[in-house]
């Protein structure tokens, strides 16, 4: 019985394994997601505030895939404050997907933690 056991055990430990090893890649990605968001939100917020401080009769051309666009200076600035709220928006969501993966990890951990302490008040 003793080695069935074992099994039981083993299989749960490389499952947690391979849990962490996933939670690890996902943390490491949304990370990634969360700097990519900052720069950019950090970008769009320097140019929402130079756009902002340029005189009212200066001409604003906005990029429009290969071409740029004469833009009116508040389209600008209401595109580049759109921006700034969706790079927010990315940041908040990444973290909180760090934050769901740790919490199965956690739960993961537990559940190997009881089923160890099972097994030990059985033997």
């Known amino acids: ?3 069935a056991v ?8 490389t499952e947690l394994q391979a849990k962490q090893q996933m939670t690890k890649e996902v943390i490491q990605n949304c990370q990634r997601n969360i700097e990519v968001a900052r720069r950019c939100k950090q970008i769009a917020t ?13 001409k604003i051309y906005e990029s429009l895939g290969r071409c740029f666009v004469m833009t009116p200076r508040e389209e600008v600035i209401e ?3 759109t921006k700034i709220d969706e790079y927010t928006k990315e940041g908040k969501q990444e973290t909180e ?6 919490g199965k990890l956690k739960e ?16």
């Open 46 to 58: 320097l140019t929402h505030l130079e756009v902002k401080n340029l005189d009212e009769n200066v």
């Open 108 to 123: 993961a951990e537990n559940s190997l933690r009881e089923l160890v302490q099972q097994k030990k008040t059985r033997s």
């Open 79 to 81: 595109n580049l404050q």
């Open 6 to 13: 074992d099994l039981e055990l083993k299989q749960a430990f």
């Open 97 to 102: 997907k760090i934050q769901l993966a740790e």
């Open 1 to 3: 019985m003793s080695h």
